[in-house]
């Protein structure tokens, strides 16, 4: 039976308006954000609370016993070396000052003697040492220029003379430490005389560096015996990091990487670079009650002193420390990532549709993931995927999430 034309209008028509009335009756897409994959470089980092401290200390304790006089300075007092006056002790009476006391003393020199020749024969190697990496350092500067030399053998060059230089300043520090040692011990040997009066001379000590006082441990008058401690002292200019991170992370840091230092309360962030990952872990228990294994990483300021002066022993910071750095790998945003059935999935845009997508997860950072299998180049992503949405789902992009890398 042919229909006629009017028949088929009709029909067409009707199927027409179900259709409609059913497109109606679905619900309407699910509003997403997305975001695109791109190929680019990647920096893996690992971010850690840390503290500062100052580089090098010392603790003055006294040379002989006696009396000591009320120590009238305050933690944060600035030191002149040689001038300011730290402590003041009335030695014991003389006919305490034996013989067995005086052979201690002179074994105290000899020990103070030795130490000094030790630090001298440090500093010397050490100057070798910096004059070596000093040169290295301007080929590859050199080399750098003309294209000729990798970016990470120029860093390590910059790192090695970088840290040739903290060492000699460590161990400058350590012989003026020495020499200060060997002077009060002989001062302090001159005291067993045979003249009384020269005997109850008051024992003066003066301060070995330039710095500010950092604690003072005998404040008041009281009676004191030789090696007592009395005070610390440190240059709080020469600051240094101290970051404790995970033992699985430790041992993917290597000295010289670059460190990012934030929320120390400053304007800006600050730069450092790791000198050191210390050989020895700990056991920290953290805050979920957990036993971790920590290692402490220990990073130098590269920023000018100015930059951060109000920073002083101890203070908190955070520490964002370069791993590895990826060139020309597939990046997609973390919040693109869940897991489904143990494994890494995305939700990738297609024809409107929602798409289940499995991937292959490399490097991370606090933003990005490497993605070493499921996607291409160009593909659009949704992020933050809420549990409404699955495979299939109609969804509409609003937005494009495509945060620093």
């Known amino acids: 039976m042919k229909l006629s034309l009017k028949t088929m209008i009709a029909a067409l028509l009707l199927l027409a308006a179900a259709a409609v009335a059913v497109t109606s009756l679905l619900p309407p ?3 997403v954000e997305t975001s695109t ?6 920096t893996v980092t690992v971010r850690e609370d840390g503290r500062t401290r100052i580089r090098e200390k010392y603790v003055v304790s006294a040379p002989v016993s006696g009396r000591l006089a009320r120590i009238d300075l305050q933690e944060g007092d600035a030191l002149t070396a040689s001038e300011s006056v730290l402590a003041v002790i009335l030695p014991s009476e003389p006919e305490l000052l034996d013989a ?5 003393a002179q074994a105290r020199i000899d020990a103070a003697a030795a130490h000094v020749s030790r630090s001298e024969a440090t500093v010397g190697q050490i100057q070798v040492q910096l004059d070596l990496a000093e040169a290295e350092f301007a080929r590859a500067e050199e080399l750098m220029q003309k294209n000729s030399i990798s970016h990470a053998d120029h860093d390590a060059a910059r790192a090695a003379f970088h840290a040739a230089q903290q060492s ?3 161990a400058g520090f350590d012989r003026r430490i020495a020499e200060f040692e060997l002077e009060m011990n002989q001062a302090a040997a001159r005291q067993f005389v045979d003249d009384p009066q020269a005997s109850a001379d008051p024992f003066t000590i003066h301060a070995p560096i330039t710095g500010r006082v950092l604690r003072v441990f005998q404040k008041s008058s009281t009676v004191v015996s030789p090696a007592t401690p009395l005070l610390e002292i ?11 991170v995970l033992s699985t992370d430790a041992v993917r840091i290597q000295p010289g990487a670059d460190v990012l230092i934030d929320h120390w309360g400053g304007a800006q962030p600050l730069h450092a670079r790791v000198r050191v990952i210390e050989p020895a872990a700990f056991t920290q228990v953290s805050s979920l009650g957990v036993e971790e294994q920590r290692v402490n990483v220990i990073a130098d300021f590269l920023d000018p002193q100015e930059q951060y002066t109000s920073l002083g022993d ?5 520490g964002q420390i370069t791993i590895e750095r990826l060139d020309d790998v597939l990046l997609i945003p973390n919040s693109a990532l869940f897991r489904h059935r143990h494994e890494w999935h995305v939700l990738t845009l297609r024809d409107g549709r929602a798409v289940l997508t499995p991937v292959t997860v490399g490097q991370q950072n606090e933003s990005h993931a490497e993605i070493t299998a499921g996607l291409q180049q160009g593909e659009t992503v949704i992020v933050y995927p809420s549990d409404r949405i699955a495979d299939g789902t ?5 937005s494009v999430d495509q945060p620093d890398r």
Not at 314 to 318: D, P
Not at 394 to 398: F, S, Y
């Open 168 to 170: 000699l300043s460590a």
């Open 234 to 244: 440190g240059d709080p200019r020469n600051l240094e990091v101290e970051i404790d």
């Open 29 to 31: 897409p699910i509003e």
């Open 37 to 42: 994959v791109i190929r680019g470089s990647l």
């Open 314 to 318: 101890g203070y908190r910071v955070e």
């Open 394 to 398: 109609r969804v509409q992009p609003v």
């Open 100 to 104: 067995r006391a005086q052979a201690e």
